[in-house]
């Protein structure tokens, strides 16, 4: 169990990252250097993966609402000493089963619905796994012929869950207005320059707009 833990505290925090071979990569950027950047992931592949599938189309705010309410409806209390601490988030198994008008009426529109639940049926089935020991085509294969979800949805998928080094959702609006520009052909080719770590590019780039007007 602290084996475990260990390993996905390691990839939560991208502990196992190696700013020596990063930064200078990411020095191609536009932007002023961040040494030793690292990209977060999490504890949980389905939680991540969910978090994802709510943030479509959404703002942050908006996508940070309705995990509140799924976890709300959905996940186990909990005990603990903290304030407002007192739940889990849904497993797969929870949501794979439950029902879709129940999930839809906490204010989820249908098509994410119906791409959370066949996330979940495939996940609590064992057909998919997320994280970064799975074998990363075949995971994104998977991932893109789940209902629901297209390629923005499966780069931060992989960013996140399967700590891809190099995932890169061109068309994230974020990424996007930090370029300077809504040209998502342009972006992935730009990004070619910042290979093989792309996914750290991006959070240089989301980065950026932190201090823009």
Not at 16 to 27: K, N, S
Not at 71 to 82: E, I, K
Not at 192 to 205: D, F, G, I, K, S
């Amino acid at each position: 169990v602290a084996g475990q833990l260990a390993l996905r505290v390691r990839q939560g925090l991208d502990l196992d990252a190696d700013p020596a071979l990063i930064d200078p990569v990411l020095a191609r950027l536009p932007l002023p250097p961040i040494p030793g950047l690292r990209v977060p992931g999490g504890f949980d592949g389905f939680e991540i993966a969910a978090r994802v599938i709510l943030g479509q189309q959404v703002s942050v705010a908006a996508a940070r609402t309705l995990t509140q309410r799924l976890v709300d409806a959905f996940g186990a209390r909990v005990l603990t000493p903290f304030p407002g601490l007192d739940r889990c988030f849904p497993t797969a198994g929870v949501i794979a089963t439950a029902d879709p008008q129940a999930i839809g009426s906490l204010g989820i529109v249908r098509q994410r619905v119906r791409a959370l639940q066949a996330l979940a049926q495939a996940m609590a089935e064992g057909t998919l796994v997320l994280h970064r020991g799975a074998p990363l085509q075949p995971t994104l294969e998977r991932l893109q012929a789940l209902p629901g979800v297209g390629p923005w949805t499966v780069q931060l998928i992989a960013l996140r869950a399967l700590a891809w080094p190099d995932a890169f959702p061109a068309s994230d609006i974020g990424v996007l207005n930090a370029l300077g520009h809504r040209d998502v052909a342009a972006a992935e080719l730009a990004s070619q320059a910042w290979r093989p770590w792309r996914a750290y590019a991006v959070m240089r780039l989301w980065r950026s707009l932190e201090n823009a007007p």
